[in-house]
Structures are given as structure tokens and as C-alpha cells.
């Protein structure tokens, strides 16, 4: 894997699934990783725990990635802890299948605050803590960007990071912050399996327009983040790859 040694990572929402497994493989390849939750405190303890008992170096912190305050106090403990930040995963996010006639005024600010508030939030304060090398920015998007049915909501959200995305790498380009997202296919997290799409005719079908014939794990977008994070990607910014076997 790449080398992050010596680098401090945070990651966003890395209780569970794909933040979890980005958050191991940053330790893994040498960072130091604030994992952030808001919720799941069990399974931030765990990720914790994991990286420790492999010899890396986590603290776990509770912030609400929607609120400002929350959002600067994720920082100040990043600060204190390990005193440098060279990585932003916004990875924090949800989402809800929804057809047109159900969506409420409540549902579409759940997601948007989340998934797109959030990652403006955490990128703000992040900024302000980069050091005079810069740093790498790591957006989750998804292949629903593209519009997916019953996913109006959803899918503007991650259609607003790729913009998101692209804007922000032309502006802090000039302070050697990279910005770049990725989109991963669906992939077989805790989510997936509480919300009985892993075996379902949607998993099937999705699995039938996959090239690779499988859907995603976590590792296979936490391989990608560690590119994003490190100095192979150096000369990549505003890109949105996606990593999803081929899926279109």
C-alpha cells in the first residue's frame, strides 16, 4: 500500500462500512485517524480498537458533521491529539429509496444537511488546519449522481458533491489542497444488509449489469481513498473516479 507514514487522517462517519475500512487502511498504510461518528460510538470504539491492537495510532470523536460547532470541536481534538491534519475523507452520509409521492420536506434536509452541508462543514474547518504542504480531500459520491429512480433525493445530493468536488479543487488548488471523489457501485455494508437490498432482485440485478459479476466490499473503495491520500495521486484533483466493477 502506499506510504501515509507520519500523516494524520480524519474520516468522517468511519463507524461502520466503508468509513471503517478507509479508517483501517489509512492506519494500515501508516496515518494516524480521527474516527468520527455521530452515533455509533460501539463501532467507533471498535475501529479504535482494531487500528490499535495492528500497531496504529486512532482516537475516536463524536461530532455532528451538520453542525458548525461540532464540526470545529472534530478539529481542535484532530489538533490536539496528533498536531498536523493532511487528510479529509467526507465520508459521513445516508440515504432513502423513496418514490416521488413519498418524499417530505423533513427527508430531503436529512439528507442534504448530511450529505452535502456536512461535507462543506468539514471542509471549511479542515482548510483552516492543512499545513503549508496542503492536504488531500476525499469526497464519497456514488453512482447514483447520475439519477437513479426512487432515489430523487439521494441522488442530488451526491450529484451536488461531484460539483462540490470540482469547484473546490479550482479554489484551493492555489494552497496545494487537492479535492477529488469517489463513486463507488453498491457496495455490501451494514446498510445494505438492514435495508434488504443484500439478496435481493436489486442486488441481482445490479450484480447482472456489473462487469466483474459482484458487488462491491469496503475494501475495495478504501483501496482507492489510500491513492487519494497519498502522493501517487499528486497530480489529480477535481477527478471523480468511480469504483464499481465496471458498473455503469
Known amino acids: 500500500m502506499s506510504d501515509l507514514e507520519g500523516k494524520v487522517a480524519v474520516v468522517t ?9 478507509i479508517a483501517k487502511s489509512l492506519s494500515a498504510s501508516g496515518a494516524a485517524v480521527v474516527v468520527n461518528y455521530a452515533f455509533g460510538k ?17 482516537i475516536a470523536v463524536k461530532a455532528d458533521v451538520t453542525k458548525a460547532a461540532d464540526v470545529r470541536r472534530l478539529f481542535a481534538e484532530t489538533k490536539k491529539a496528533f498536531d498536523r491534519l493532511d487528510v479529509l475523507v467526507n465520508n459521513a452520509g445516508i440515504y432513502k429509496f423513496l418514490p416521488l409521492e413519498e418524499i417530505t420536506e423533513d427527508e430531503f434536509h436529512r439528507e442534504f444537511n ?5 461535507t462543506l462543514l468539514a471542509t471549511k474547518e479542515a482548510v483552516k488546519h492543512f499545513g503549508p504542504n496542503g ?18 433525493i439521494y441522488s442530488g445530493t451526491k450529484g451536488a ?15 496545494k489542497i487537492r479535492v477529488n471523489a469517489i463513486a463507488p457501485g453498491e457496495v455490501e455494508t451494514e446498510g445494505t444488509h438492514s435495508g ?22 469496503p475494501d475495495d473503495i478504501a483501496r482507492v481513498a ?15 473516479l468511480t469504483a464499481a466493477g465496471g458498473y455503469r
Open 13 to 21: 462517519g468511519a463507524s461502520k462500512g466503508i468509513g471503517a475500512a
Open 42 to 58: 460501539e463501532g467507533a470504539d471498535r475501529v479504535v480498537a482494531d487500528i490499535k491492537a495492528n500497531g496504529g495510532k486512532a
Open 114 to 118: 448530511i450529505n452535502v452541508l456536512g
Open 135 to 152: 492536504g488531500s480531500i476525499i469526497n464519497i459520491s456514488s453512482t447514483a449522481s447520475a439519477g437513479a429512480a426512487q432515489a430523487a
Open 161 to 175: 458533491v461531484d460539483a462540490i468536488t470540482r469547484g473546490l479543487a479550482a479554489e484551493l488548488g492555489p494552497q
Open 196 to 217: 434488504g437490498i443484500i439478496g435481493s432482485d436489486f442486488e441481482k440485478a445490479m450484480i447482472a449489469r456489473t462487469p466483474l459479476g459482484r458487488i462491491g466490499q
Open 226 to 240: 489510500i491513492f487519494l491520500a497519498s502522493d501517487d495521486s499528486a497530480w489529480l484533483t477535481g477527478e471523480r
